[in-house]
């Protein structure tokens, strides 16, 4: 068989969300400390790419501020700090809250049961501790909520802040026992959704953050 060309893969846009997520998962899990440098030629080998992906990846953990570049220099990974983790939770938590009462008030019915058939169709995936294809869906199920709620300013609001969290909630679901707790917590949103419950589900939306904010705590790097 044929080896893949390279150019191929550079368009195919996949390429690049894997190598952010899994070099994202070496930092926030400590496989990548501190300090280290990044470099786009090493990296690249590694994903069997060229360097042009390779440098939008290292842009967008720039922007996620798990990486810092200077000009004319390599890419070095950052040190993230409890307290700044926590600041961010803490405003995802009052975003997602927003979103979630606006949601019950303003889904569609053909909305509600959209999200509902979601939610239960991932069970299936907490059963067969799918972890990989339970954070898939659980960015899905976010979203809906998110364009459920009809307010396009918080939805670039809250899509943005989650993209910098993004590696943290990913990383919680290594967690022995959080799929299942995650899917409890998910449920007790959708049911207050579906019921209009607003105050209910902002609520059980701003524990459910603040929840992951705890259990992603724990791959924090060290200050």
């Not at 470099?39 to 967008?60: I, K, M, Y």
């Not at 802040?161 to 449920?187: C, I, M």
């Not at 259990?215 to 790097?221: E, G, N």
């Amino acid at each position: 068989m044929n080896k893949p060309d390279k150019r191929v893969v550079t368009r195919a846009g996949t390429t690049v969300e894997q190598m952010v997520r899994a070099i994202a998962d070496l930092i926030v899990t400590g496989a990548l400390r501190p300090g280290e440098k990044l470099d786009e030629v090493s990296l690249a080998g590694r994903f069997d790419v060229s360097r042009t992906p390779v440098r939008e990846a290292l842009r967008q953990l720039c922007a996620m501020g798990l990486v810092d570049r200077q000009p004319n220099k390599r890419a070095v990974v950052t040190n993230v700090s409890g307290k700044h983790l926590h600041a961010m939770f803490e405003a995802m938590a009052e975003l997602e809250a927003v979103c979630a009462r606006l949601a019950a008030q303003r889904m569609t019915s053909v909305e509600r049961k959209e999200l509902r058939d979601m939610h239960q169709a991932s069970k299936r995936f907490v059963d067969a501790s799918g972890g990989e294809d339970y954070a898939a869906y659980n960015t899905e199920f976010h979203t809906q909520i998110y364009r459920g709620a009809h307010n396009d300013y918080i939805f670039e609001l809250v899509t943005a802040t989650r993209a910098r969290l993004s590696p943290f909630r990913h990383a919680q679901f290594r967690l022995e026992g959080r799929l299942s707790q995650s899917w409890r917590e998910h449920d007790r949103i959708v049911e207050a959704i579906i019921s209009g419950q607003a105050d209910e589900a902002a609520k059980a939306a701003y524990d459910h953050v603040s929840i992951v904010s705890e259990a992603s705590a724990s791959f924090a790097l060290p200050r």
